[in-house]
């Protein structure tokens, strides 16, 4: 096995084994102190797929961390079945930051990301987006810096242009949708964390 298929496998593993409590009771572990990540954009499709597969609906804290728990002796993880995704719609909330989604046939899924006062510290920060709906990257979102306070916001169109390919792709209804939010401190380089929600086109 290689190198980055050795840590694709560790990344997945870590989520499955950390975030795999249902969304109502999930936590962060210390969204405000983490190192920098060692997963590259392939790497995070990767983990997402394996979130989606699980049933997995959202999350957050710090894929460094993720991946020290995983490294950690424990008990294998075990596969379940996946449980069903929630649509696209309605307010996701978490202690790192609450994510509202609202879809429709004409204009995709806009979105917004308030995160909560335990991000403070962090100062002014660099937030960005990656959004993949049928395994497709949409090529819609520019990095933000802006305050932690911030109301973050931009859309999903219903038609995107996908990264790395040329023609356009329309969400279908049943798609499987997958929004990750990573952001850093300007001022403190180690600090950061992420967010992410699962869920399917209903529109």
Not at 149 to 178: C, M, Q
């Amino acid at each position: 096995m290689s190198l980055r298929s050795t840590q694709i496998s560790v990344v997945a593993a870590a989520v499955a084994l950390a975030l795999v409590a249902p969304a109502s009771a999930a936590t962060a572990a210390t969204p405000y102190e983490t190192g920098s990540s060692h997963a590259a954009p392939s790497d995070i499709a990767t983990v997402l797929a394996s979130l989606r597969d699980r049933g997995v609906a959202q999350g957050a804290g710090s894929l460094d961390d993720l991946v020290r728990k995983a490294s950690a002796p424990g008990p294998a993880a075990t596969a379940a079945k996946a449980a069903k995704l929630p649509k696209c719609r309605g307010t996701f909330r978490h202690t790192t930051g609450t994510v509202t989604l609202q879809e429709s046939k004409k204009y995709g899924i806009p979105w917004g990301v308030k995160l909560s006062k335990k991000i403070a510290p962090q100062g002014i920060i660099l937030f960005k987006a990656q959004i993949f709906a049928n395994k497709r990257e949409a090529n819609v979102y520019a990095p933000h810096t802006e305050p932690w306070n911030y109301h973050f916001h931009g859309p999903l169109p219903r038609t995107f242009d996908p990264k790395g390919k040329a023609k356009k792709y329309t969400i279908k209804r049943g798609d499987e949708v997958s929004f990750l939010w990573t952001w850093k401190s300007v001022s403190k380089p180690k600090a950061g964390g992420y967010r992410f929600v699962n869920c399917k086109f209903s529109a």
